[in-house]
């Protein structure tokens, strides 16, 4: 990451004429591979595509720090998400996708306002998931569908005590005459103890529409860490009457990602993830998971209600450091889905994906 180190006078403001300093980092991402699929429409044909990575959005972004005297600092993030094989925005018309706020950060943790990661989606991200919530939509759909992944208009605290870390959200929903219609709610706690590490978190987010639809998530996951590997396992329990979950469990073009389900009738899910990670050397780093969900009332806009269904998927990761900032990688995934989860894949009841990428951070 480069690093730029500004001196602000803060003359008028700060009595003495003293100086404040504020440090801004320049950082990002950028991760592009070449994928096939065994089938990528309706038909179920293959298609070979160059995208974004495996396991990392491509960014660019900006972050610092104001020390303010006392243990006090003002903290901010600017975070452009955009696609490395087009230059194209990941959010069209959305500077910042991925995140925006302004905080302070101090000895009782920190609080930040504005576009922000769920805490949900920071425990799975940052702790528990072992593709740490990967970007193919062929093996992101779990943690993605459960955590919402970001937010608008939010409040957030995060603080660690000792081996306890916890976060809390409120995101303002903004619909004029309801304070409820919109709006979203999560907190996580993580508690780490050596090797072992447990953590949980709930989290429910409002219909702008009706306050009585809402798409309701538990977690609860645990990781051990033993010599080069770490093991990792979980469960969620998504309850959605938002009709949102289908678009999120959805590859991009299925029935379920383009029309979403239906709003007012409740989907129930409960889902399991497990995984590892084995640094086999100091170059090569190995990664296998597996997610599997049971689902019922699965609806989608244009097809109605389909029922139950159930949906797994099998992903391997091996990954490569040419440098500590620059790696290649191979992927391999297979989505299965039967009954109503069918909606969620397209064109087969089972789809393939194999890829090899390269990745550079900054």
């Known amino acids: 990451m480069k690093k730029i180190t500004l001196l602000l006078a803060a003359a008028g403001l700060v009595s003495g004429g003293a100086m404040a300093q504020t440090n801004v980092t320049i950082y990002g991402i950028v991760d592009t591979s070449i994928r096939y699929l065994s089938s990528d429409n309706a038909a179920g044909q293959h298609n070979f595509v160059v995208t974004n990575g495996a396991i990392s959005n491509s960014r660019i972004g900006f972050k610092g720090t104001e020390d303010l005297g006392g243990g006090l600092k003002a903290v901010f993030r600017l975070e452009n998400g955009f696609n490395s094989d087009t230059g194209g925005m990941s959010s069209p018309g959305v500077l910042f996708s991925r995140q925006s706020y302004v905080g302070l950060s101090g000895t009782f943790g920190t609080v930040t306002i504005g576009r922000q990661q769920t805490p949900l989606f920071d425990l799975m991200a940052d702790h528990f998931d072992p593709l740490t919530v990967g970007n193919y939509d062929q093996n992101s759909w779990m943690p993605a569908g459960a955590t919402l992944v970001r937010n608008s208009n939010m409040l957030k605290y995060y603080g660690t005590f000792g081996g306890l870390a916890a976060g809390v959200s409120y995101a303002a929903g903004e619909q004029a005459g309801s304070v409820k219609r ?96 084995f640094q086999a050397t100091p170059a090569w780093s190995l990664t296998a998971a597996g997610y599997y969900d049971k689902s019922k009332n699965v609806t989608v806009a244009t097809l109605g209600n389909l029922g139950d269904g159930t949906r797994y998927a099998l992903v391997g990761v091996a990954e490569y450091a040419l440098s500590k900032r620059t790696q290649v990688y191979g992927t391999v995934d297979y989505n299965k889905a039967k009954n109503a989860a069918l909606s969620e894949l397209v064109g087969r009841d089972n789809v393939t994906g194999v890829a090899v990428g390269i990745r550079h951070i900054f």
């Not at 051990?224 to 979950?245: E, H, Q």
């Not at 239906?262 to 399991?272: C, L, S, T």
Request: proline share 2%; net charge positive; glycine share 16%.
């Open 182 to 277: 919109g709006s979203q709610i999560g907190g996580t706690l993580a508690y780490t103890a050596g090797p072992f590490a447990i953590g949980g978190g709930f989290q429910q987010t409002v219909s702008a529409v009706n306050s009585d639809w809402k798409d309701t998530a538990y977690n609860l996951s645990l990781t051990y860490t033993l010599g080069a590997a770490k093991l990792f396992g979980g469960y969620y329990r998504i309850k959605d009457s938002t009709g949102t979950t289908p678009a999120y469990f959805g590859v991009s073009n299925s029935a379920a990602a383009i029309n979403g389900g239906i709003a007012g009738v409740e989907r129930k899910d409960n889902a399991y993830f497990l995984g590892a990670t």
